[in-house]
């Protein structure tokens, strides 16, 4: 998905996990990330922007959950400028 010079991809969080990281993509073709935040009153949803954006080397407003707010694979939307950094990350 690419729209406005932005790149849209998917993600598969794993909450309440010990630490913050990426762990790369599944065989789905969503980015599998495990974050030490809870999901508990959407604990987990404000801390993927942040952590994301550490990881790509963005802003942290540039990462917007675009659906899935409520589930653990998410639709995120970042500058389109992330896409080589996402293509990067190795397969799980």
Not at 21 to 40: D, K, S
Not at 50 to 59: I, Q
């Amino acid at each position: 998905m690419k729209q406005d010079g932005r790149v849209g991809f998917r993600i598969r969080i794993q909450p309440s996990s010990r630490k913050d990281e990426i762990v790369g993509w599944n065989e789905a073709g969503e980015m599998r990330i495990r974050l030490a935040a809870p999901p508990v009153e959407g604990a987990a949803n404000r801390r993927i922007p942040v952590f994301l954006a550490k990881e790509l080397g963005l802003k942290k407003r540039d990462i917007v959950i675009e659906a899935g707010e409520r589930s653990r694979s998410k639709l995120l939307s970042a500058p389109a400028s992330a896409r080589a950094r996402l293509e990067e990350l190795p397969d799980v």
